[in-house]
């Protein structure tokens, strides 16, 4: 598969290691790049894993510091036990990964997909989030109220909407082989209309190779979300990105997070464009990572040279 004549493999990781979550899950991480250039962490949505960030990757890998890793029971991170689902968990998990990736008191800017931006909103508070972020992206992503806002469901909003939505995505139907129609159902649900035939078949490559249990188990979770302080206490600066088309977190997600963060520098509106930014717009979202890094972090010499001044 090539886009654009180039390969749309992963990039390889030039280091990987193993963070020890709080209760003893072990979290696969990835560090890409030159080791003191400046530090990016991303962390993946729901049915993802690291190969979603690729193309963000391949991209910033040449002068960043990029570390990438697998939430629980994604990739190549193991499964948790059924109590060990939770935004705990997750914010758990990030601080974990922050601990073990990057030195006493280095920055980083930390961009979250989905998911992922979740997993920011949750570990907001937390002592390793206050030490190691800078600043941070929240990418198609949304704080509470996932499943009334959802437009997966093509129906007036309400109570019955809400309780299909619910059905539809926690269902324990296995999603099988990658065919032309699931390639169809994944575009129309977490994609813009005008994605790419080769990345509707990347997302559906990374979705379908989520294990059902993990998929069920957090979509459980996302149910119930309610991560509205977290937002509050989420003090660094922070820019929020979102489709126009997204009907997973549909773009009043982006505006409620933009009103409510205490330092929100940017708002990024991508018109047509669905759930899956990172595939679907790959320049737009390595752009704002690139753009936070250049404002919000300095190189290692540089922070040494005002430690000496």
């Known amino acids: 598969m090539k886009r654009s004549g180039r390969s749309v493999a992963p990039p390889v990781a030039l280091h990987e290691l ?3 979550s709080a209760d003893g899950t072990r979290l696969h991480v990835e560090l890409h790049g030159p080791k003191d250039a400046p530090a990016v962490v991303l962390a993946h949505g729901w049915t993802c894993s690291t190969q ?3 193309a963000q990757i391949r991209d910033l890998a ?3 510091r990029v570390i990438a890793y697998d939430q ?3 990739g190549r991170t193991s499964a948790a036990a059924k109590a060990g689902h939770s935004t705990r968990a997750l914010a758990d998990d990030l601080e974990a990964v922050l601990t073990a990736a990057l030195e006493p008191g280095r920055k980083a800017v930390l961009a979250g997909h989905s998911m992922g931006g979740m997993t920011l909103m949750a570990a907001s508070a937390r002592p390793a989030f206050t030490e190691h972020a800078a600043a941070v992206l929240l990418c198609s992503t949304g704080s509470s109220r996932l499943i009334d806002r959802s437009l ?4 007036r909003p309400g109570r019955a909407r809400t309780r299909i939505t619910r059905a539809v995505l926690a269902s324990r139907a296995p999603l099988g082989p990658v065919t ?3 390639k169809q159902i994944l575009r129309y649900a977490t994609m813009g209309p005008g994605s790419a035939p080769e990345k509707v078949a990347e997302c559906a490559r990374i979705v379908h190779a989520c294990p059902r249990a993990t998929r069920v188990a957090w979509a459980h979770v996302l149910a119930a979300l309610d991560l509205d302080s977290g937002v509050k206490e989420l003090a660094v600066p922070a820019a929020v990105l979102s489709g126009t088309a997204d009907r997973l977190t549909p773009i009043v997600h982006a505006r409620a997070l933009a009103a409510a963060l205490p330092d929100c520098v940017d708002l990024v509106e991508l018109t047509g464009a669905g759930h899956m930014t990172p595939v679907e717009a790959p320049e737009a979202v390595t752009g704002r990572i690139r753009w936070l ?3 919000y972090l300095k190189t290692e010499k540089e922070q040494q040279k005002e430690g000496v001044a």
């Open 62 to 64: 040449a002068d960043h």
């Open 180 to 182: 032309a129609l699931s």
């Open 293 to 295: 890094a250049d404002v």
């Open 52 to 54: 979603f960030w690729a």
């Open 18 to 20: 193993t963070a020890v």
């Open 152 to 155: 997966v469901v093509p129906v």
């Open 72 to 74: 629980r029971g994604h």
